[in-house]
């Protein structure tokens, strides 16, 4: 009988365990499939001009959706002007009403689709009157780490095994407290608890070892979804001191890369500009309208520009940092950008069409961009690094290319005197990263 008790409780913590295995992967794949983040894309693509209940370099949001619907008599008008609002201008005179409103003109956005538009303003007219952030923007109130929502510790597994192991000493302390109320235990009596239980263990062999095959595969597979976590930030997007759009200086002005980010090619770190560079511009620069002025006024205070000279009363931006990386592991741009000929947008995504402060892209974002790579492993992840290392092909040279023949000299003598050695790295017709040492632990890790 209390064989039969302790299989059924085997059996029970197995199924338990196993059904837990499936809830949580649906638990992890349920998100992706969810409805359209509304409010997500409003603070990615809106937030930087507009604001639910503020006026800001764009007017409020909030009811002018039914606004739209009885001027223009088609609820497809409004989706229509923030798909391309020069568009609907030709088409309803009330657009161009509302083209007068601001000087500044609105983005346009021919990837979003109806029903994405159609998400935003929902999550508009639901913003409460008071949630209105100061100064009209709201994009850094945006900023989410997705860390804490996905990678917390799935302490159901722990709790699980821990039971498991209660439920096996409860049968078996029951059952010799019940042996020795009959008086039927006299030989076991002086055994201890241990004992008992390693003598219950050797008569349940059987379910003894599958209950740990089970817990020992249950622990994997919440180890391996937790390593394959770690660190992830895609999404990452904190507030700064300034609204500082990539969209208008490397997009519609054109500047490069460089320009700000200037020891990108030279060394470790891309580095950030200073205010100096900033004013290289905006001395001249102070902005078109009130929402301008405000964030580039932010430049001046920090630059000590009083509009006329500088009164020496500085003040540096301190700009909080997107990408990061752990302290133990080494990342070189130069060794990137300048070696391996490998684009900012590979890892960065598109900045030029960045309209409010840079953030992690993640990995579907990076796809999306035209000659990347594709990747699966989350941006910043240790698997997005390897996964890359091993597709990315080393550009060996030739005589007419940036190698200047110098490889190629190698590669022939390597070919007369070794070619099985050789024969290696030329087996699928390229040379990987990965092939020159790039999954080796100690080139990425202190
Ligand atoms: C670069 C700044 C900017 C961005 C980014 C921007 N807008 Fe606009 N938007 C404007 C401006 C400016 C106007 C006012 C029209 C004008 O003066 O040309 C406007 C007008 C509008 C209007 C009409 C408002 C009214 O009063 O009828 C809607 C609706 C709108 N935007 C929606 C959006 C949505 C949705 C997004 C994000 C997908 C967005 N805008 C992103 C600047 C922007
Ligand atoms: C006019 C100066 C300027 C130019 C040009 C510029 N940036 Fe930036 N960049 C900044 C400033 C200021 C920040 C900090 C604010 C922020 O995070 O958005 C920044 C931040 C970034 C970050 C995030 C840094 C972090 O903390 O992780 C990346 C990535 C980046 N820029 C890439 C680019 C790329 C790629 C280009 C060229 C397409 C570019 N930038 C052009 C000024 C510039
Ligand atoms: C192979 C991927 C990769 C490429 C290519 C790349 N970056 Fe980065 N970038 C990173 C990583 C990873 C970090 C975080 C580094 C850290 O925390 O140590 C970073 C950080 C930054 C930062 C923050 C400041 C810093 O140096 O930590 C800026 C700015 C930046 N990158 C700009 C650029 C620009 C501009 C380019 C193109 C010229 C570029 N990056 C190309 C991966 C890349
Ligand atoms: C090479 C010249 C140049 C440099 C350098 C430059 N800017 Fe600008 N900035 C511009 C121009 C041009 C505009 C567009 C003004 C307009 O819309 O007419 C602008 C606009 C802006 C705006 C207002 C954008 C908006 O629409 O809300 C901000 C904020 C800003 N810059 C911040 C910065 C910061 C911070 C730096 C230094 C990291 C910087 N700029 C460096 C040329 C520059
Ligand atoms: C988009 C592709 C890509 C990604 C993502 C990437 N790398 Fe690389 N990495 C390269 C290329 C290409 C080279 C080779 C440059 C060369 O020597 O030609 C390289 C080289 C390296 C090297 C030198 C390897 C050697 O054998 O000397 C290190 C270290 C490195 N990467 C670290 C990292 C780290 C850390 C990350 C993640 C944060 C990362 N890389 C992400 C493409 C990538
Ligand atoms: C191409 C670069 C690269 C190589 C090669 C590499 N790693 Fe990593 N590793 C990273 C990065 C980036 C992180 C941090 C991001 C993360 O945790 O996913 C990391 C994180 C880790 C962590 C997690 C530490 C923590 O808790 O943050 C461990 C453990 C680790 N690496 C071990 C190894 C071992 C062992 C090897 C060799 C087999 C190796 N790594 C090779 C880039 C690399």
Known sequence: MFRNLSKWCLNAVAVTLLLGTFSVNAQDEAPAEAAIDGGGLFKAQCATCHNPHKDGTGPKLSGVRSAWESETGSSNAIIEWVQNWEGAVAKYPYAASVAQKKATKMNKFPNLSAAQITAILDWVDAQPEKTAGPGGDVAGGGAVVTQQDEGGFP???????????????????????????SGEASADESLSYGEEFRKWSWKNLRFVLIGSVVIFVGLLVVALQGLGRIGVVEDYQPSQPIDFPHSVHAGDQGIDCKYCHNSVTKSKSAGLPTVNVCMNCHKQISGNDDAQKEKIAKIYKAAGWDGQEYTGETKPIVWNKVHVLPDHVYFNHSQHVEVGGVDCAQCHGDMKKMVSTAKVQPVSELNKVEGNIQLTKPTLTMGWCIECHGEKEISTGSIDTKGGGYYEEIHRRLLNNDRELYSKYLEDGKVTVKELGGWECSKCHY
Do not use: H, M, P, T
Not at 159 to 181: E, H, M, N, T
């Open 155 to 181: 302490w159901i597994w722990v709790i699980l095994g821990i039971l498991f192991l209660v439920v096996i000493g409860a049968v078996s302390g029951v059952r010799r407290q019940l042996k020795v109320a």
